[in-house]
């Protein structure tokens, strides 16, 4: 009987001994984590939480969304019918930067109203440089370069074109730079964000190519004939007896009836539009871009139009329609007012939509 006493006493305690082990353990393991948890967020290792994104246009959101697919939120500054380079910088856009892991932008002189936001959001991650600034532009061929410094090609362009969104090409680029931003932020979902890029990437080559071409050849080689302006001459080949041209689809083949066309636009917002789908920009409403433009000016665009049988005149819609409408009535060429950018008009909710409606527009007002 006190054996059995003392038997069950020894249980007792072995048990109250093993809760109090195991209670330490399990104090150790959550300090241990919280610990863990806290280095990974100074890391930006932010593996199960949702991310914080902010981008400068609704452009570069839809393609941040393709490849941080459920990871983040995503929200954009500019609305799609604004003038890119003018944008007021209110407070409460300062109050979206505060809190972003990412900041995605241009990373050009297209954004000069962000640095005013930036200074109010004492974000120092999102800083040019840090961990979480991603400037979509690195790597792109930016066009009509100018000197640095000069300011004779007007007070906007100053590091040369900045509407780098236009080109389908340029979005591969503007998809690459924003998967290393995540990965930056966000390392334990990298195989994540690399497959949706790659998924994007080839929705991209398809798009644009047709997926006949991209099967044969590989998106990557089509793109840079593309690019580096073999891509046509290439297609004039034959491959088993039938001219590769016949292979073409997707937007190239749908834009391939207007290649070689001029035009002539307000702004130079088109430029990588135009090298891509082979448009010729003759001349511009604007005499510089971000000046407007001169009643002089104006009369030498409209003796071009008169002189070169000019049919089309490409305007982002945020211009104003006065001087187009007027260059219109007295010419007859077409004054096409395009959204620059995804949600400029309601119907257009992502870049291929855009690009569908860009060319279906232009392709059925030009002669
Ligand atoms: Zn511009």
Known sequence: MKLQYINKLLVIRTIILILLVYGQTSTIDAQQRTQQRTQARRHGDRSGTTLNIVCSFSDYATIAKEIAGENAEISFIARGEQDPHFVPPKPSYAMQLKNANLWITTGMDLEMWSSTLLDKAHNKQIMDGEIGFVSVSDGVSILQKVEKGDRTEGDVHLMGNPHINTSPLNWK????????????VDPANSEYYRKNRDAF??????????????DMFGGETLSKMLDNQTFFEFLDKEYKGEKLINDLGGWLKKAYPFRGKKVVAYHKNWAYLAETFGLEIIGYIEPKPGIPPSAKH??????M???QNITLMLVASYFEKKSPQMIEDKTGVKALFLPLFVEGVPRINNNFQLVDYWIEQIGSNIN
Do not use: P, S
Request: aromatic fraction near 2%; proline fraction near 0%.
């Open 173 to 184: 680029i503007m998809a690459e730079n924003i998967t290393i931003g995540l990965m930056k």
């Open 201 to 214: 990437i080839d929705r991209v080559d398809r798009a644009l190519f047709g997926d006949k071409l991209v």
């Open 298 to 303: 104006v009369q030498h665009i409209i003796q």
């Open 305 to 307: 139009i008169k002189d």
